[in-house]
Protein backbone atom coordinates (compact mmCIF):
# COMPACT_ATOMS: atom_id res chain seq x y z
CA UNK A 1 0.00 0.00 0.00
CA UNK A 2 0.99 3.58 -0.50
CA UNK A 3 -0.33 6.74 1.27
CA UNK A 4 -0.76 10.48 0.45
CA UNK A 5 -2.17 13.37 2.62
CA UNK A 6 -5.86 14.66 1.62
CA UNK A 7 -6.11 18.52 1.49
CA UNK A 8 -9.52 18.66 3.08
CA UNK A 9 -11.03 21.00 5.43
CA UNK A 10 -11.36 20.97 9.42
CA UNK A 11 -10.30 18.13 11.48
CA UNK A 12 -9.48 15.46 8.59
CA UNK A 13 -7.35 18.00 6.65
CA UNK A 14 -4.04 15.76 6.19
CA UNK A 15 -5.75 12.36 6.61
CA UNK A 16 -3.73 9.78 4.95
CA UNK A 17 -5.23 8.17 1.45
CA UNK A 18 -4.21 4.79 1.12
CA UNK A 19 -4.16 2.72 -2.12
CA UNK A 20 -4.35 -0.86 -3.46
CA UNK A 21 -4.78 -2.60 -6.57
CA UNK A 22 -4.35 -1.31 -10.20
CA UNK A 23 -3.05 1.93 -10.60
CA UNK A 24 -5.49 4.61 -10.30
CA UNK A 25 -4.40 6.27 -13.70
CA UNK A 26 -4.82 2.56 -15.38
CA UNK A 27 -7.48 1.28 -13.70
CA UNK A 28 -11.08 0.17 -15.07
CA UNK A 29 -13.29 0.98 -11.86
CA UNK A 30 -11.70 2.52 -8.49
CA UNK A 31 -13.96 1.43 -5.22
CA UNK A 32 -14.11 4.05 -2.38
CA UNK A 33 -13.72 2.22 0.91
CA UNK A 34 -14.50 3.93 4.24
CA UNK A 35 -13.53 2.25 7.51
CA UNK A 36 -15.34 2.46 10.84
CA UNK A 37 -14.71 4.05 14.08
CA UNK A 38 -11.58 3.04 15.67
CA UNK A 39 -10.18 0.83 12.45
CA UNK A 40 -8.25 1.95 9.51
CA UNK A 41 -7.54 2.03 5.94
CA UNK A 42 -5.68 -1.48 6.15
CA UNK A 43 -8.87 -3.04 7.76
CA UNK A 44 -11.29 -1.81 5.15
CA UNK A 45 -8.97 -2.56 2.18
CA UNK A 46 -9.04 -6.31 3.25
CA UNK A 47 -11.96 -6.25 1.03
CA UNK A 48 -9.95 -6.14 -1.57
CA UNK A 49 -8.24 -9.16 -1.30
CA UNK A 50 -12.05 -10.94 -0.29
CA UNK A 51 -13.27 -9.50 -3.84
CA UNK A 52 -9.57 -9.99 -5.53
CA UNK A 53 -10.92 -8.74 -8.91
CA UNK A 54 -8.15 -7.41 -11.56
CA UNK A 55 -7.61 -4.01 -12.80
CA UNK A 56 -9.91 -2.62 -9.80
CA UNK A 57 -8.34 0.49 -8.11
CA UNK A 58 -8.96 0.80 -3.88
CA UNK A 59 -8.76 4.20 -2.63
CA UNK A 60 -9.14 4.24 1.30
CA UNK A 61 -9.02 7.15 3.32
CA UNK A 62 -7.94 7.49 6.97
CA UNK A 63 -9.62 8.98 9.57
CA UNK A 64 -7.74 11.57 11.86
CA UNK A 65 -7.72 10.56 15.63
CA UNK A 66 -9.59 6.49 14.09
CA UNK A 67 -12.84 7.87 13.58
CA UNK A 68 -14.91 10.26 11.31
CA UNK A 69 -17.33 12.09 13.53
CA UNK A 70 -16.99 11.69 17.54
CA UNK A 71 -21.00 11.28 18.23
CA UNK A 72 -23.83 8.41 17.40
CA UNK A 73 -25.01 8.97 13.85
CA UNK A 74 -28.33 8.93 15.45
CA UNK A 75 -27.70 12.45 16.84
CA UNK A 76 -29.00 15.60 14.82
CA UNK A 77 -25.62 16.65 12.57
CA UNK A 78 -24.73 19.43 14.32
CA UNK A 79 -23.67 18.06 16.88
CA UNK A 80 -20.92 15.65 14.92
CA UNK A 81 -19.33 18.92 13.86
CA UNK A 82 -17.15 20.15 12.20
CA UNK A 83 -15.69 16.78 11.71
CA UNK A 84 -18.90 15.19 9.96
CA UNK A 85 -18.36 18.22 7.16
CA UNK A 86 -14.67 17.65 7.20
CA UNK A 87 -15.20 13.50 6.50
CA UNK A 88 -17.62 14.14 3.70
CA UNK A 89 -14.93 16.41 1.99
CA UNK A 90 -12.49 13.58 2.43
CA UNK A 91 -14.98 11.39 0.79
CA UNK A 92 -15.51 14.20 -2.03
CA UNK A 93 -11.61 14.87 -2.68
CA UNK A 94 -11.55 11.16 -3.65
CA UNK A 95 -13.82 10.77 -5.85
CA UNK A 96 -12.47 13.83 -7.31
CA UNK A 97 -8.90 12.44 -7.60
CA UNK A 98 -10.53 9.28 -9.55
CA UNK A 99 -12.64 11.82 -11.98
CA UNK A 100 -9.34 14.33 -12.44
CA UNK A 101 -7.23 11.36 -13.90
CA UNK A 102 -9.93 10.52 -16.14
CA UNK A 103 -12.30 7.85 -14.26
CA UNK A 104 -15.69 8.46 -15.31
CA UNK A 105 -18.05 8.66 -12.20
CA UNK A 106 -20.20 5.44 -13.59
CA UNK A 107 -16.67 3.37 -12.88
CA UNK A 108 -16.86 4.77 -9.23
CA UNK A 109 -18.30 2.43 -6.34
CA UNK A 110 -18.13 4.09 -2.59
CA UNK A 111 -18.69 1.68 0.05
CA UNK A 112 -18.16 1.80 4.09
CA UNK A 113 -18.61 -0.66 6.88
CA UNK A 114 -20.81 0.85 10.30
CA UNK A 115 -19.16 4.99 10.63
CA UNK A 116 -17.61 4.51 7.17
CA UNK A 117 -21.04 3.20 5.75
CA UNK A 118 -23.25 5.99 7.24
CA UNK A 119 -20.24 8.44 6.03
CA UNK A 120 -20.86 6.76 2.23
CA UNK A 121 -24.53 6.67 2.48
CA UNK A 122 -24.91 10.49 3.61
CA UNK A 123 -22.29 11.57 1.05
CA UNK A 124 -24.05 9.65 -1.80
CA UNK A 125 -27.82 10.90 -0.80
CA UNK A 126 -26.33 14.71 -1.28
CA UNK A 127 -23.91 14.26 -3.94
CA UNK A 128 -24.15 10.57 -5.54
CA UNK A 129 -25.42 11.01 -8.39
CA UNK A 130 -24.33 9.24 -11.55
CA UNK A 131 -21.50 6.90 -9.40
CA UNK A 132 -21.53 3.29 -10.24
CA UNK A 133 -22.57 1.60 -7.00
CA UNK A 134 -23.07 2.63 -2.79
CA UNK A 135 -22.42 0.38 -0.35
CA UNK A 136 -23.59 0.79 3.12
CA UNK A 137 -22.60 -2.42 5.11
CA UNK A 138 -24.18 -2.07 8.50
CA UNK A 139 -25.04 1.81 8.35
CA UNK A 140 -27.60 4.12 7.49
CA UNK A 141 -28.39 8.06 7.00
CA UNK A 142 -26.97 10.49 9.65
CA UNK A 143 -28.40 13.01 11.27
CA UNK A 144 -32.22 12.99 12.86
CA UNK A 145 -35.02 11.60 11.63
CA UNK A 146 -36.23 14.99 10.49
CA UNK A 147 -32.24 15.44 8.69
CA UNK A 148 -33.10 12.22 7.09
CA UNK A 149 -36.49 12.76 5.51
CA UNK A 150 -35.22 15.94 4.11
CA UNK A 151 -32.95 14.85 1.42
CA UNK A 152 -34.16 15.89 -2.11
CA UNK A 153 -34.43 13.35 -4.63
CA UNK A 154 -31.80 13.40 -7.68
CA UNK A 155 -30.30 9.96 -7.73
CA UNK A 156 -31.73 8.88 -10.43
CA UNK A 157 -30.92 4.71 -10.78
CA UNK A 158 -28.40 4.98 -8.43
CA UNK A 159 -27.41 1.61 -7.12
CA UNK A 160 -27.07 1.73 -3.41
CA UNK A 161 -26.79 -1.78 -1.59
CA UNK A 162 -27.87 -1.87 2.19
CA UNK A 163 -26.77 -5.10 4.35
CA UNK A 164 -27.16 -5.03 8.11
CA UNK A 165 -28.13 -7.94 10.47
CA UNK A 166 -31.16 -8.29 12.67
CA UNK A 167 -28.56 -8.85 15.56
CA UNK A 168 -26.91 -5.62 14.80
CA UNK A 169 -26.11 -3.55 18.30
CA UNK A 170 -24.53 -0.69 16.83
CA UNK A 171 -26.98 -0.20 14.40
CA UNK A 172 -30.73 0.07 14.79
CA UNK A 173 -32.66 -1.62 11.65
CA UNK A 174 -35.30 0.97 11.97
CA UNK A 175 -33.00 3.62 10.28
CA UNK A 176 -31.21 1.32 7.95
CA UNK A 177 -35.29 0.93 6.81
CA UNK A 178 -35.69 4.07 6.80
CA UNK A 179 -32.55 5.00 5.10
CA UNK A 180 -34.00 2.64 2.15
CA UNK A 181 -37.09 4.63 1.76
CA UNK A 182 -35.03 7.70 1.88
CA UNK A 183 -33.00 6.42 -1.11
CA UNK A 184 -35.91 4.93 -2.56
CA UNK A 185 -37.85 8.00 -2.54
CA UNK A 186 -34.75 9.75 -4.26
CA UNK A 187 -35.05 7.81 -7.00
CA UNK A 188 -32.32 5.53 -6.54
CA UNK A 189 -32.36 1.51 -7.18
CA UNK A 190 -32.21 0.27 -3.81
CA UNK A 191 -31.37 -3.55 -2.30
CA UNK A 192 -32.29 -4.21 1.59
CA UNK A 193 -30.82 -7.12 2.99
CA UNK A 194 -31.54 -7.98 6.44
CA UNK A 195 -29.70 -11.11 7.47
CA UNK A 196 -31.37 -12.85 10.38
CA UNK A 197 -29.12 -13.46 13.63
CA UNK A 198 -25.84 -11.64 11.84
CA UNK A 199 -24.27 -8.97 14.16
CA UNK A 200 -21.91 -5.87 13.41
CA UNK A 201 -20.24 -7.56 10.72
CA UNK A 202 -19.98 -7.99 5.98
CA UNK A 203 -20.91 -11.42 5.26
CA UNK A 204 -20.02 -13.35 2.26
CA UNK A 205 -23.42 -12.55 0.38
CA UNK A 206 -22.51 -8.80 0.75
CA UNK A 207 -19.26 -9.89 -0.74
CA UNK A 208 -20.71 -11.59 -3.39
CA UNK A 209 -22.87 -8.92 -3.84
CA UNK A 210 -20.25 -6.44 -4.20
CA UNK A 211 -17.80 -8.48 -6.44
CA UNK A 212 -21.02 -8.66 -9.07
CA UNK A 213 -21.18 -4.80 -9.45
CA UNK A 214 -17.89 -4.39 -9.24
CA UNK A 215 -17.10 -6.96 -12.55
CA UNK A 216 -20.19 -5.52 -14.16
CA UNK A 217 -18.62 -2.18 -14.79
Known amino acids: MAAQQIPASGPHDGALLWTAGAALE ?13 AGADDILQLAGE ?3 PGVAWL ?3 ANDG ?3 PQRFLVP ?5 PWLNSALDVVGQCVQQAQAVGIARDRIILLGFSQGACLALEWAAQHGAGLGGVFGFSGG ?3 SEEEVEAHAAGLDGLPVFLGCGDDDAHIPLA ?3 QTARVFARQRADVTLRVYQGMGHYINQDELDFLQKTIAAL
Not at 30 to 37: D, P, Q
Request: no cysteine; proline share 3%.
Open 26 to 38: AAAAVVIAIHGRG
Open 51 to 53: VDL
Open 60 to 62: APE
Open 67 to 69: QWY
Open 77 to 81: SAQNQ
Open 141 to 143: LIG
Open 175 to 177: RVE
